[in-house]
């Protein structure tokens, strides 16, 4: 009975801490920044009106860091990683936690004490929950530290609350600060593609069609959304997001690494977020709310005239 107590204990205390991880389920969305930048995968880009807040470092890149007086390497690693929610210093207290406590909990005399009676199991798993909060509330604080240290200013915009307001078009919008090394000029056209792209991503992954996906995004991309369709799946999930509206966006920076040019975008818009059950029951969101959200896109082509496709997506705040 114990042996049966102590399995439940740990699936449950799993569920707690593994759960949030996916039901925020859009494209890129409750899973962190992930992608590359080129050189500047590790450096935050300006702020600006759209995303007045400092971007989130990246959780999972195959981008190698700069050495110092050096040239950034190619990537180290053809599969992508999952370091968004184990990876860093927030990572490792995550885990050894967990690991402290569950091995306690299977090997021992459970985290704090012993179980005794359905009454003590129920004490246990208040005690995990209260130890899950403890750690999510250490991870915020330290992502706070490392966005202090990544440097950048984080300004409140003139406007900061106009979610609902459609604003003017995103290419009549300047060019924010950032290395101007190599700029490169973004023009109307660019912008629509940017906008087109939105859509289209958010519909391929609606659809869990990866071969979709593969046309609009880099290989490294499409690695990290693979992975996270194959989660979803292995819970029996599907995540759909429908009617996705750009509300406002800025150019944060444009810039040409030898002839590959990138440009990173803030966009802020809203869409339908729904994730179904294989029974077809909503697990999260509502399909008559519409959310606003709020991140940071990264476009990448080999030569101008190239299509642009998707190279990063980070979060902000």
Same mark, same amino acid.
């Given at each position: 009975?114990?042996?049966?107590?102590?399995?439940?204990?740990?699936?449950?205390?799993?569920?707690?801490?593994? @759960?949030?991880?996916?039901?925020?389920?859009?494209?890129?969305?409750?899973?962190?920044?992930?992608?590359?930048?080129?050189?500047?995968?590790?450096?935050?880009?300006?702020?600006?009106?759209?995303?007045?807040?400092?971007?989130?470092?990246?959780?999972?890149?195959?981008?190698?860091?700069?050495?110092?007086?050096?040239?950034?390497?190619?990537?180290?690693?053809?599969?992508?990683?999952?370091?968004?929610?184990?990876?860093?210093?927030?990572?490792?207290?995550?885990?050894?936690?967990?690991?402290?406590?569950?091995?306690?909990?299977?090997?021992?005399?459970?985290?704090?004490?012993?179980?005794?009676?359905?009454?003590?199991?129920?004490?246990?798993?208040?005690?995990?929950?209260?130890?899950?909060?403890?750690? %999510?509330?250490?991870?915020?604080?330290? %992502? @706070?530290?490392?966005?202090?240290?990544?440097?950048?200013?984080?300004?409140?915009?003139?406007?900061?609350? @106009?979610?609902?307001?459609?604003?003017?078009?995103?290419?009549?919008?300047?060019?924010?600060?950032?290395?101007?090394?190599?700029?490169?000029?973004?023009?109307?056209?660019?912008?629509?593609?940017?906008?087109?792209?939105?859509?289209?991503?958010?519909?391929?992954?609606?659809?869990?069609?990866?071969?979709?996906?593969?046309?609009?995004?880099?290989?490294?991309?499409?690695?990290?959304?693979?992975?996270?369709?194959?989660?979803?799946?292995?819970?029996?999930?599907?995540?759909?997001?429908?009617?996705?509206?750009?509300?406002?966006?800025?150019?944060?920076?444009?810039?040409?690494?030898?002839?590959?040019?990138?440009?990173?975008?803030?966009?802020?818009?809203?869409?339908?977020?729904?994730?179904?059950?294989?029974?077809?029951?909503?697990?999260?969101?509502?399909?008559?709310?519409?959310?606003?959200?709020?991140?940071?896109?990264?476009?990448?082509?080999?030569?101008?005239?190239?299509?642009?496709?998707?190279?990063?997506?980070?979060?902000? @705040?």
């Amino acid at each position: 009975m114990r042996g049966k107590a102590r399995l439940l204990a740990a699936l449950a205390a799993f569920a707690l801490v593994l @759960g949030p991880a996916l039901a925020e389920a859009r494209p890129g969305g409750g899973r962190g920044s992930f992608g590359s930048r080129g050189s500047r995968t590790f450096s935050p880009p300006p702020v600006t009106r759209t995303a007045p807040d400092a971007a989130r470092p990246m959780d999972r890149t195959l981008q190698q860091p700069t050495r110092p007086g050096g040239t950034v390497p190619g990537a180290a690693s053809t599969v992508p990683g999952r370091s968004g929610m184990f990876g860093g210093f927030g990572g490792a207290l995550l885990g050894g936690l967990i690991g402290v406590g569950l091995g306690g909990l299977l090997f021992g005399n459970g985290l704090f004490g012993g179980i005794h009676g359905f009454g003590g199991l129920i004490g246990l798993l208040l005690q995990i929950a209260l130890i899950v909060l403890l750690v %999510r509330f250490a991870l915020s604080f330290f %992502r @706070g530290r490392q966005h202090a240290m990544a440097g950048g200013p984080n300004p409140r915009g003139p406007n900061p609350r @106009g979610l609902h307001r459609m604003a003017q078009p995103m290419g009549s919008r300047p060019m924010a600060g950032g290395a101007a090394s190599a700029p490169v000029a973004v023009g109307d056209s660019d912008f629509r593609a940017f906008e087109s792209l939105l859509r289209e991503v958010n519909a391929a992954w609606s659809r869990r069609d990866e071969a979709g996906l593969a046309r609009l995004a880099t290989p490294e991309m499409m690695g990290f959304f693979a992975q996270d369709l194959r989660d979803l799946a292995a819970r029996g999930w599907r995540n759909e997001t429908r009617d996705v509206r750009l509300e406002q966006g800025d150019l944060a920076e444009a810039w040409r690494e030898g002839g590959t040019e990138f440009a990173t975008v803030a966009m802020r818009f809203s869409l339908i977020d729904v994730t179904y059950d294989a029974q077809d029951r909503v697990v999260e969101g509502d399909a008559q709310r519409r959310e606003v959200t709020t991140e940071l896109w990264t476009f990448r082509r080999n030569s101008p005239g190239e299509a642009w496709k998707l190279s990063a997506i980070q979060q902000t @705040g």
